[in-house]
Nanobody, 121 residues
Framework: QVQLVESGGGLVQAGGSLRLSCTTS??????MGWFRQAPGKERDFVAA????????YYSDSVKGRFTISRDGAGNTVYLQMDSLRPEDTAIYYC????????????????WGQGTQVTVSS
């Protein structure tokens, strides 16, 4: 059974940083990514990393502030979040799927439970 376990969420002041981690057990697929859902809003794509070429993809709202990376085995994905803003407050979900460069929810097969990130002004 595949499980994705996230960690690293919390409360931070605007301008601060947090690092999220997500580790998969059972199997590893090409792409691991992060989505987020703010209160009252739909879940949105944040960033993804695909094995093979090591390509990374970002939403416009986080480009230049967030960095996604994976460990050498490809089992753990990290999201380094810098220059955080109150609008980054959301539940962050880790996801894994077989589509290279996936940015849509439907491209992902496995999901974590989510971790809360709160940015205070």
């Amino acid at each position: 059974q595949v499980q994705l376990v996230e960690s690293g969420g919390g409360l931070v002041q605007a301008g601060g940083s947090l690092r999220l981690s997500c580790t998969t057990s059972g199997r590893t697929l090409y792409t691991m990514g992060w989505f987020r859902q703010a209160p009252g809003k739909e879940r949105d794509f944040v960033a993804a990393n695909s094995l093979g070429g090591g390509s990374s993809y970002y939403s416009d709202s986080v480009k230049g502030r967030f960095t996604i990376s994976r460990d050498g085995a490809g089992n753990t994905v990290y999201l380094q979040m810098d220059s955080l803003r109150p609008e980054d407050t959301a539940i962050y979900y880790c996801a894994m799927g077989g589509v290279i460069g996936a940015t849509r929810e439907s491209d992902y097969t496995y999901w974590g439970q989510g971790t809360q990130v709160t940015v205070s002004s």
